[in-house]
């Protein structure tokens, strides 16, 4: 039985394979069937550490980094927003032989990135597994009261010194989206990718992308398109709901909780969830991949 304690260490082993421009690291252990992790802003495949040992006896668990994210390379150009990282990301399956039978495990940003890849590839997936996950647009009154003046802020000149002066991703909005107090190496871990104020670009770009009110006009539509299959579309689901949760509440959730032949369980949480609970995140997506869902 795996020990229920969160654990700040990740002893997962990196592979480093050349995408496109750069290089992209990513956790591979395992044989079978491919899961990928799919991590968002401004986190990592450190999210996953204490979630990937339950599950990587039932097949192959990859876990990347995002370009410019965790331990992977920059972008050359700078390029960071959601069409640039679905670039990369179809390059990354390609290169790492991901073909067919995926189960997908997605939170945030790499929610919105796994559900794109999988509305152009149905016959590669055999399920998905999402949390905390962006599956429709927004608009501005969807937003908790105070809560849309952060991201207007982000979307405005200011975002430059929030994001990247005050690296506010990594120092305030991801502590303070975790229900207990991060330790220092966990911290650390997450620090790491992002010494400089040039390196936090990423953590500022996402905020950007988010289909608010209709803009970006593209993303808007790449979130639409999914929401409409994944509201259609047969391919089994888990639902791992967060309680309190952050982002899939309220009409998020209730939308998603439309969607067909899907399984839904709760966990303690904010919108960080793994830091939380990720013994009951690991028991639940065994379950679900036991149950051949």
Not at 12 to 36: C, E, F, I, Q, W
Not at 50 to 59: A, K, Q, R, T
Not at 167 to 191: C, H, Q, W
Not at 239 to 260: C, E, S
């Amino acid at each position: 039985m795996l020990d229920r304690k969160i654990s700040s260490s990740d002893t997962h082993p990196r592979k480093l394979v050349r995408v496109l421009d750069t290089a992209m690291s990513y956790v591979d252990v395992g044989n079978g069937d491919p899961m990928v992790f799919l991590h968002g802003n401004p986190t990592s495949s450190y999210l996953w550490r204490n979630i990937i040992p339950y599950v990587s006896d039932l097949g192959r668990c990859l876990a990347p980094d995002l370009v410019g994210m965790g331990r992977s390379g920059p972008a050359p150009d700078g390029g960071y927003r959601f069409a640039d990282h679905a670039r990369y990301l179809d390059a990354w399956f390609e290169a790492v032989g991901v073909t067919g039978d995926v189960t997908l495990v997605v939170h945030d940003w790499g929610s919105a990135l796994g559900f794109h890849w999988a509305v152009r590839h149905p016959e590669r997936v055999k399920a998905i597994a999402y949390m905390e996950s962006i599956v429709a647009p927004r608009l501005w009154s969807d937003f908790p009261d105070g809560r849309d003046e952060l991201f207007r802020a982000l979307r405005s000149p200011d975002g430059e010194r929030l994001a990247l002066e005050e690296n506010f991703f990594i120092e305030t909005v991801l502590p303070n989206s975790v229900l207990r107090k991060l330790s220092d190496e966990e911290m650390g871990a997450y620090r790491a990718p992002f010494p400089t104020p040039a390196s936090r670009m990423p953590t500022l770009i996402f905020p950007r992308e988010l289909p608010i009110q209709g803009e970006p006009e593209d993303v808007t539509k790449i979130v639409e398109t999914y929401g409409r299959w994944l509201s259609e579309s047969p391919l089994p689901k888990l639902f791992i709901a967060a309680d309190p949760g952050a982002q899939l509440v309220g009409h998020a959730a209730r939308f998603a909780r439309t969607w067909p032949n899907q399984h839904e369980v709760t966990v303690t949480g904010s919108h960080y969830l793994q830091e939380d609970s990720p013994a009951d995140i690991g028991a639940a997506l065994r379950h679900f991949l036991r149950m051949g869902r």
